[in-house]
């Protein structure tokens, strides 16, 4: 009786041992089957999603202008003060004064890219780009100024 | 002194003190174990922790009710959606927001492909552990059609933070369950090449059976929690048990074993894949139309009180208990982590075994370290 169960566990061994290797062998003779990317030798092929969050930027439009008020809301969310707004006030030909962004610095450094400053953002003038390749050689080239020079606030904009 | 001389005899007698980790691969993490062998049969396990402690909970009392949900992703990163449901849950609880039906069903549907990523993560790290290197290739390979989802619809791959109070953050993206869909074809023709390759294995099922018995008793005394307790018999699934967003209307089974071994835990999450996969299935022909988020304030403030909820994560129970003082920020925040517990009951388990079943048994723990030293 020991015997037979013995044999019987050799067999039943051997065959599920074999079991598993059909299927490695499946996979050894189907080169298809092989779904890895060289990265980056794929970069002109590489489709990222729109949605992907990679770091914070600020669209400006072909008159350079975009639609950032400096309401602080994105700073006031940000969980990591990764957003500084420094505001400036413009004098508009009316006589008025009128509050604008002067500096919009980003800390791509802190962001833990969570999207709660695109959420709170009121004029939708900041978005998340889909770019993920962020190594530079110093610390400092990450701390960036989101809102380009001479730019300013689009009309219409409140 | 008397107890000093009798240590140090014992250890004289041939005892070894070894130290697994910080950085060892099988611990999956900075876990630190102080193991005492005799020969090669272990007479205690210490783990050591802190060495990810990131002060979590202190944290989240400085950061607002919408700040904070984001840093749960950083405890249970493998089911860091269902992490961010429990406290969007806590937040809603308290505030009595209404949610509307869109986005408990979308919350359902993430909450389940992260658990079945999770799991599929784990099963290809149980079978590394135990030394076959190909499975976790193949689970890297479905989980990668996991990630791409939720990639494509809550923009990240990992820490998603998708989960916002009275809702979710995004609608979902028009290709989503197509998507799904193509995955769940994909996945149940894998899913018999997983048995295949690992669960009928003559040398795997020889490595886990009878290994690491947890008895039903020891399960809730050591407060253990998921599939490491029902594999011992324990119903504990919070899905069943105090359920939440729209699990009363779908048909699953708790998964249960009764053996307490490893090879019972490692079918109760098998068998768990099973049942997440039906639920996507009921659910994802079934979407509502409607809001995916309830309006809420910009600012949130949750009345005084103390409001406590919990969730099933892929590793157990997830608790989120708030203290408010009506204010914008929590006075106190606690997180009861399913890994915390899971691993208290490690040294009752290793005790007696041989060393080489060590890496078995924390295998089936499914330990996260993060999640356990927060």
């Known amino acids: 009786?020991?015997?037979?169960?013995?044999?019987?566990?050799?067999?039943?061994?051997?065959?599920?041992?074999?079991?598993?290797?059909?299927?490695?062998?499946?996979?050894?003779?189907?080169?298809?089957?092989?779904?890895?990317?060289?990265?980056?030798?794929n970069r002109d092929t590489l489709v990222l999603a729109e949605r992907f969050r990679g770091e914070v930027v600020m669209p400006h439009d072909e008159n350079n202008e975009h639609a950032c008020t400096g309401c602080t809301a994105c700073e006031l969310a940000c969980p990591?003060?990764?957003?500084?707004?420094?505001?400036?006030?413009?004098?508009?030909?009316?006589?008025?004064?009128?509050?604008?962004?002067?500096?919009?610095?980003?800390?791509?450094?802190?962001?833990?890219?969570?999207?709660?400053?695109?959420?709170?953002?009121?004029?939708?003038?900041?978005?998340?780009?889909?770019?993920?390749?962020?190594?530079?050689?110093?610390?400092?080239?990450?701390?960036?100024k989101l809102n380009r020079p001479g730019s300013k606030i689009r009309e219409g904009v409140e | 002194?008397?107890?000093?001389?009798?240590?140090?005899?014992?250890?004289?007698?041939?005892?070894?003190?070894?130290?697994?980790?910080?950085?060892?691969?099988?611990?999956?993490?900075?876990?630190?174990?102080?193991?005492?062998?005799?020969?090669?049969?272990?007479?205690?396990?210490?783990?050591?922790?802190?060495?990810?402690?990131?002060?979590?909970?202190?944290?989240?009392?400085?950061?607002?009710?919408?700040?904070?949900?984001?840093?749960?992703?950083?405890?249970?990163?493998?089911?860091?959606?269902?992490?961010?449901?429990?406290?969007?849950l806590c937040v809603e609880k308290a505030m009595q927001i209404e949610v509307p039906a869109r986005a408990q069903v979308i919350r359902v549907l993430m909450d389940e492909l992260t658990r079945l990523a999770s799991h599929q993560l784990w099963w290809g790290a149980l079978a590394m552990d135990v030394g076959a290197l190909t499975p976790f290739f193949h689970a890297f390979r479905e989980r990668e059609m996991i990630n791409d989802i939720m990639e494509e619809t809550c923009g990240a791959r990992l820490t998603m933070n998708y989960m916002v109070p009275g809702?979710?953050?995004?609608?979902?993206?028009?290709?989503?369950?197509?998507?799904?869909?193509?995955?769940?074809?994909?996945?149940?023709?894998?899913?018999?090449?997983y048995d295949e390759l690992v669960t009928g294995n003559i040398i795997f099922q020889n490595r886990m059976k009878g290994v690491?018995?947890?008895?039903?008793?020891?399960?809730?005394?050591?407060?253990?929690?998921?599939?490491?307790?029902?594999?011992?018999?324990?119903?504990?699934d919070i899905r069943k048990w105090y359920p939440y967003e729209v699990y009363?209307?779908?048909?699953?089974?708790?998964?249960?074993?009764?053996?307490?071994?490893?090879?019972?835990?490692?079918?109760?999450r098998m068998k768990e894949m099973a049942q997440s996969l039906s639920i996507i299935e009921q659910l994802i022909d079934h979407i509502p139309?409607?809001?995916?988020?309830?309006?809420?304030?910009?600012?949130?403030?949750?009345?005084?009180?103390?409001?406590?909820?919990?969730?099933?994560?892929?590793?157990?129970?997830f608790g989120v208990y708030i203290v408010s003082e009506g204010g914008t920020t929590p006075y106190r925040i606690k997180f009861r982590s399913p890994g915390f517990s899971n691993l208290s009951a490690l040294n009752h388990m290793a005790k007696g075994q041989k060393i080489g079943d060590l890496v078995a048994i924390m295998g089936t723990l499914d330990l996260v370290i993060p999640d356990i030293d927060r």
């Open chain 2, 212 to 236: 690491g018995y947890l008895s039903k008793e020891d399960a809730l005394s050591y407060g253990c929690s998921g599939p490491v307790a029902r594999a011992s018999g324990v119903s504990c």
């Open chain 2, 1 to 88: 002194m008397q107890q000093m001389i009798e240590e140090l005899a014992t250890t004289a007698q041939g005892d070894m003190v070894i130290n697994v980790g910080p950085q060892h691969p099988s611990t999956h993490g900075v876990l630190h174990l102080l193991i005492t062998l005799n020969g090669e049969t272990i007479k205690n396990v210490e783990p050591h922790l802190g060495y990810i402690h990131r002060s979590i909970e202190k944290m989240c009392e400085s950061l607002s009710y919408r700040q904070f949900i984001y840093v749960t992703s950083r405890m249970d990163y493998l089911s860091s959606h269902i992490n961010n449901h429990g406290c969007a």
């Open chain 2, 289 to 317: 139309e409607g809001e995916f988020q309830a309006k809420t304030k910009a600012v949130l403030k949750l009345p005084k009180g103390e409001f406590y909820s919990r969730i099933e994560t892929a590793r157990g129970d």
């Open chain 2, 167 to 193: 809702g979710v953050m995004f609608d979902l993206h028009p290709n989503f369950q197509k998507q799904v869909k193509a995955f769940i074809t994909h996945f149940k023709g894998r899913f018999a090449e």
């Open chain 1, 80 to 144: 990591n003060a990764t957003i500084k707004i420094v505001t400036r006030f413009d004098v508009t030909p009316e006589g008025k004064k009128k509050k604008a962004i002067d500096t919009f610095v980003y800390h791509l450094e802190l962001c833990t890219m969570c999207n709660l400053c695109v959420e709170a953002c009121p004029t939708s003038a900041i978005k998340m780009a889909p770019t993920f390749e962020h190594s530079v050689t110093d610390r400092s080239k990450l701390i960036k």
């Open chain 2, 248 to 268: 009363p209307q779908v048909q699953f089974t708790e998964v249960m074993e009764t053996e307490g071994d490893c090879f019972a835990r490692y079918m109760v």
């Open chain 1, 1 to 41: 009786m020991f015997l037979k169960q013995y044999i019987s566990d050799v067999y039943q061994g051997v065959k599920s041992l074999l079991r598993g290797m059909r299927r490695t062998g499946y996979y050894f003779t189907h080169h298809k089957e092989i779904i890895t990317q060289e990265y980056p030798d």
